[in-house]
């Protein structure tokens, strides 16, 4: 009798013992679950928050652009370069300023967008309107000092043609090259530029 006993009170503290390491992971697993949970949520409030700041910030980008274009790049003659240089120089620090924003931007946002899918849809289309918007004005910022550039050379080379004294033109430094992040080979924001490069040569007044 006294045997059976140890044994049905052994049996208790097995079955005990069982239970709480049962309860011990399910309460690791609730509270883990919980814990990813309210990361992921905090996760897409971020970029919904961040997504608003970056239209706001590719805005005030396009706006700058479309000057960059309307006062620069139009119609543009070797007399305006020399004329305007220091004011297009003055543009252009504003438009990568602009740009060096949208940089901020994505950099917050980036370890959040590539390669991350979220529960949401919304923040799934956010995330990709980021990556192609990045993408854009990055390679819209590259093709048009590359064509300003161009410029410069074209005038620079005009100087020397018909040797002249005038001091030559700066061109701008560039330390970026075209991207693609999503790897499509479309390199957004940069077949636009180029085909403007075609039809806006430069002309001598």
């Avoid at 309307?70 to 602009?98: A, G």
Wanted: charged share 30%; hydrophobic share 35%.
């Amino acid at each position: 009798m006294k045997v059976k006993h140890q044994n049905k009170h052994l049996g208790i503290l097995i079955f005990i013992g069982f239970l709480l390491i049962a309860v011990g992971i399910i309460s690791y697993v609730v509270i883990n679950y919980t814990s990813d949970q309210a990361e992921v949520k905090k996760r897409m409030d971020f970029v919904l928050n961040t997504y608003d700041t970056f239209i706001i910030d590719v805005d005030s980008f396009n706006k700058i652009r479309e000057t960059v274009y309307n006062e620069i790049m139009q119609d543009t003659y070797y007399q305006t370069l020399k004329d305007n240089d220091t004011m297009y120089k003055e543009i252009f620090t504003s438009y990568e300023k602009s740009l060096k924003k949208i940089d901020e931007d994505y950099d917050n946002l980036k370890d959040k967008c590539i390669n991350v899918l979220h529960p949401k849809a919304e923040v799934n289309n956010k995330c990709e309107a980021i990556i192609i918007g990045y993408e854009e004005v990055v390679n819209t910022y590259i093709s048009d000092v590359t064509m300003y550039n161009k410029n410069i050379d074209s005038y620079n080379e005009w100087l020397n043609e018909k040797e002249s004294q005038d001091p030559k033109l700066e061109k701008i430094k560039l330390t970026r090259d075209y991207i693609d992040i999503n790897g499509d080979r479309e390199y957004e924001g940069r077949k636009e530029i180029q085909e403007q490069e075609a039809v806006g040569d430069i002309s001598n007044e």
